[in-house]
């Protein structure tokens, strides 16, 4: 058995022995089942959410609005990184908003979209929007400002212009640092997708947290965290794999 | 060849170089020796454009195309397979890409890296990552060959290797080159003049030789010529009577 091998065993193993505590001491009493479920109900909730159905309306609903804002977040970001790059004028204009941005807790805007766009799907892109937006923006931002002289001056003295400059400089690079934060802006944008929900919507994992929250589920609760980690997991796997693809020069 | 006329050159202050004059012959080989802050690097960045002097002209028999500039790094790009490095200048000058990329091969082989074209720069050793660099330059077929300290970052066994081999290149094409190095020794092995800049700020060139040992030769007997000691000597006592370092390094 590789070493891998053996450390997922271990892992697994882990897991079930936490697992079977779980259940056990709910069972038995020394957890009350009101706060804490055991895994079996858990398990259960989360099987009638998937088996009825239930779960998909919701689920897109976030897919949605989290994915919106990942692509939107994503043109913003490094359009704006871009640009301030580049000129002076708009890094001044720019610079002070993000930063201020940057400061604060975003998720703070929520309750302000969701009055500004209503409680549908706008208020939320928004949210995973700005959340991605000002994480992509210091990325290419300071990606670009911080970018190796060496190849720069490379190209330069091989007579490349600014064309074969962006061609084979900026835009690798700038490919690098967003491939680089792209898991976190995936981890963003479903945060700003599922806070947006959880303030005011009437559908989205978020929804359904707040509804689980207002009525005490604590099972349903545990369940839907457990799915969007899953989803969120999912997702990573997906963003890791396009980071090797796209950035192969760097796993060699 | 290249004609360097009363250039200063400053960073905002005190001028580092001030009022050099150099001139090389076509089919020379040069070196500039000088302590750590003379201005060495910023006379090569003048002469290919990535720097503008405060006074002084550059005059060139040759297009700024046909220069050639083999860095102290090797600064490939490390996104790029090794043959699209070296293709990279061909294609910037409008080379077919398959026209290209026979060019890039036939680099590569006489450069002993043969199959390593599809490999990528973070893959090479140093030694190997240096030989992609003069590739990418001498695939140009440059006229003029400025070099900044090429290989100070290689193992001497490499070091000695990669110098010989493009030294037996220049000699056989006749290529004009203008060397930066700290290594005095390398700077009288392989050049026909060498030119000694003072300590800066202001520097100045304080002292010029000129090297009769017959060419093609070897960098490591050209040390036994009787006359390689004593101008070993001579240039160690100019260096060494330079003032210790204060100035701006560049």
Redesign the interface.
Known sequence: MSADQTRAVRRALALLVLLAAWETLSRIGWLDPFYVPPPSRVGGVVFDLVATGDLWPHLGATALAAFAGLLVGLVLGIGLGFAAALSPLVADLLEPVMILLNAIPRVILAPLFVIWLGIGLASKLALATILVTVLIFFAVYNGIKEVDRRLVERIQTLGGGQTVLAREVYIPSVTAWVMGNFKVAVGFAFTGAVVGEFVASSRGLGYLLQFAQSTYNAALTIALILIIMTFVLVLFAVAERLERRLLAWRYL | MLRVRGLTVGYGGEPVLDGIDLDLESGHFASLIGPSGSGKTSILRVV???LQPEHGAIELDVN??E?G?L?Q?D??????TVRQNVT??LR??GAASGDADTQAEHWLTRLGLEGFGD??P??LSGGQRKRVAIA?VLA?RPKLLLMDEPFASLDAIVRTRITQELLDWVEREHLTVLLVTHDLEEAIGVSDEVHVLSHGPRATIRARHSIDIPRPRNVLQVRRHPDFGPLLQTLWDELADEPPEKGTAT
Do not use: E, V
Request: aromatic share 16%.
């Open positions: 290919t454009n990535l700024t195309r220069i500039f860095f790094d600064a490939l790009l490390p996104w790029r990279l200048g910037i000058r490999r990528y973070g893959q990418q140009l």
